[in-house]
């Protein structure tokens, strides 16, 4: 029988080929890679988590990182297997790699599918040469759309992500952009809005006035706009940024958003397990050094306050359309449910905020203004 609470298992594979403009250090990049070592430490990495969480039922492996469709299938193999020496296979389980759409990646699409991997999610981000390049991606349209081919006839779950409130992108060319997305037919998308992180060189453009995003109206109908077409199409969000049919949800991301315990394994893998924050070492020679001496490359281990995890539960819970259940919540902080939210700020935001008994959810008004609304429930939160 399955059940209700199954574990998720993260693997980071820290490694590309070349310089990565989504990594924020540098030392993922390397000419060559002992793939035994990195196969054998992993596999500790893993065993080790195991014996943390001895029983359980697994739902969901998730191989993210640098570049994880360079992994070897050989390795993505032998990690599926320890898995499942290690735990019980949930019915159905879900085993997704991420994939930038390379020719060179989607020529090991059918090799990955062949070790287990049933789930690809493939990082296209736009369907526009010029924003492509904008973006830093190495590849082109028509290159990303050829490995989405390949994609949807190797594996039987294809997710794409594209990124929209782009600079100087109108409601028009969005819809023409998305349009074209769901004419795909694939089962889930993540749908993002760009947003401008300090440090980053979108920052010091934006800053110097030579990049221009769209405004707070624009980009609230880009956001309208995004939900009212994928629920047409049968693909709603069920979460802020994620959209799909009834049943294709990403169940190992659901594990994060309802707060389950999930293992992480490799270089800065996080972890939550039992009400542990676990946190391996970030520098791959770091972490691999650490395997050998410890047989895990766990750099901090340590228990979440229980005010932390009800936060983290909240903040977390009410991206999700189908929001929280308080009462569990409550139970993680030992406290009242009035002592983790605020009920006269719930009380007072009707239009955005709803709370029928103990299930407490984000109206799709309430989800434009999220990041405003979170401060004013969750108690212990500061604004940013």
Same mark, same amino acid.
């Given at each position: 029988?399955?059940?209700?609470?199954?574990?998720?298992?993260?693997?980071?594979?820290?490694?590309?080929?070349?310089?990565?403009?989504?990594?924020?250090?540098? @030392?993922?990049?390397?000419?060559?890679?002992?793939?035994?070592?990195?196969?054998?430490? =992993?596999? $500790?990495? =893993?065993?080790?988590?195991?014996?943390?969480?001895?029983?359980?039922?697994? /739902?969901?492996? #998730?191989?993210?990182?640098?570049?994880?469709?360079?992994?070897?299938?050989?390795?993505?193999?032998?990690?599926?297997?320890?898995? !499942? %020496?290690?735990?019980? #296979?949930? %019915?159905?389980?879900?085993?997704?790699?991420?994939?930038?759409?390379?020719?060179?990646?989607? +020529?090991?699409?059918?090799?990955?599918?062949?070790?287990?991997?049933?789930?690809?999610?493939?990082?296209?981000? +736009?369907?526009?040469?010029?924003?492509?390049?904008?973006?830093?991606?190495?590849?082109?349209?028509?290159? /990303?759309?050829? $490995?989405?081919?390949?994609?949807?006839?190797?594996?039987?779950?294809?997710?794409?992500?594209?990124?929209?409130?782009?600079?100087?992108?109108?409601?028009?060319?969005?819809?023409?952009?998305?349009?074209?997305?769901?004419?795909?037919?694939?089962?889930?998308?993540?749908?993002?809005?760009?947003?401008?992180?300090? /440090?980053?060189?979108? !920052?010091?453009?934006?800053?110097?006035? %030579?990049?221009?995003?769209?405004?707070?109206?624009?980009?609230?109908?880009?956001?309208?706009?995004?939900?009212?077409?994928?629920?047409?199409?049968?693909?709603?969000?069920?979460?802020?940024?994620?959209?799909?049919?009834? /049943?294709?949800?990403? %169940?190992?991301?659901?594990?994060?958003?309802?707060?389950?315990?999930?293992?992480?394994?490799?270089?800065? +893998?996080?972890?939550?397990?039992?009400?542990?924050?676990?946190?391996?070492?970030?520098?791959?020679?770091?972490?691999?050094?650490?395997?050998?001496?410890?047989?895990?490359?766990?750099?901090?281990?340590?228990?979440?306050?229980?005010?932390?995890? @009800?936060?983290?539960?909240?903040?977390?819970? =009410?991206?999700?359309?189908?929001?929280?259940?308080?009462?569990?919540?409550? &139970?993680?902080?030992?406290?009242?449910?009035?002592?983790?939210?605020?009920?006269?700020?719930?009380?007072?935001?009707?239009?955005?905020?709803?709370?029928?008994?103990? &299930?407490?959810?984000?109206?799709?008004?309430?989800?434009?203004?999220?990041?405003?609304?979170?401060?004013?429930?969750?108690?212990?939160?500061?604004? !940013?």
């Amino acid at each position: 029988m399955a059940s209700d609470n199954p574990l998720a298992l993260y693997i980071h594979w820290p490694f590309c080929v070349s310089k990565c403009p989504y990594c924020d250090f540098n @030392s993922h990049v390397r000419e060559a890679v002992d793939q035994q070592r990195w196969r054998d430490a =992993l596999l $500790a990495d =893993l065993a080790h988590e195991a014996a943390m969480l001895p029983g359980r039922e697994l /739902g969901s492996i #998730f191989f993210g990182g640098g570049t994880p469709s360079l992994m070897p299938p050989a390795t993505v193999a032998a990690l599926i297997g320890a898995a !499942a %020496r290690h735990w019980r #296979f949930a %019915r159905g389980i879900e085993i997704t790699l991420e994939a930038n759409p390379s020719s060179v990646e989607a +020529a090991r699409f059918a090799d990955l599918a062949t070790a287990g991997v049933n789930r690809v999610s493939l990082g296209l981000q +736009a369907l526009d040469d010029v924003a492509l390049r904008f973006l830093d991606r190495a590849h082109d349209v028509n290159e /990303g759309l050829a $490995a989405l081919g390949i994609a949807q006839s190797v594996f039987p779950r294809v997710s794409f992500d594209l990124i929209y409130a782009r600079p100087s992108q109108t409601l028009a060319a969005w819809e023409a952009e998305l349009t074209r997305a769901l004419s795909f037919g694939t089962e889930h998308l993540s749908l993002y809005q760009l947003t401008i992180e300090p /440090g980053t060189r979108f !920052a010091t453009e934006a800053a110097a006035g %030579r990049l221009t995003i769209p405004d707070e109206d624009t980009a609230a109908d880009l956001f309208e706009k995004t939900r009212a077409m994928t629920a047409a199409a049968g693909i709603p969000a069920y979460e802020i940024s994620n959209h799909a049919r009834p /049943g294709a949800e990403s %169940r190992h991301n659901l594990a994060y958003w309802r707060y389950r315990d999930y293992a992480g394994v490799g270089p800065g +893998a996080h972890g939550r397990r039992g009400g542990l924050a676990t946190v391996r070492r970030r520098k791959p020679e770091n972490w691999l050094a650490a395997v050998d001496r410890n047989m895990h490359g766990i750099e901090i281990e340590e228990p979440l306050a229980p005010g932390t995890r @009800s936060s983290e539960a909240l903040l977390m819970g =009410l991206r999700l359309r189908e929001g929280v259940d308080l009462a569990r919540v409550a &139970r993680l902080a030992g406290a009242e449910i009035a002592d983790v939210v605020d009920e006269r700020a719930i009380a007072r935001l009707p239009d955005f905020i709803q709370r029928d008994g103990d &299930r407490l959810r984000v109206t799709d008004r309430g989800m434009l203004l999220l990041d405003a609304i979170l401060p004013q429930v969750v108690k212990d939160v500061v604004p !940013a």
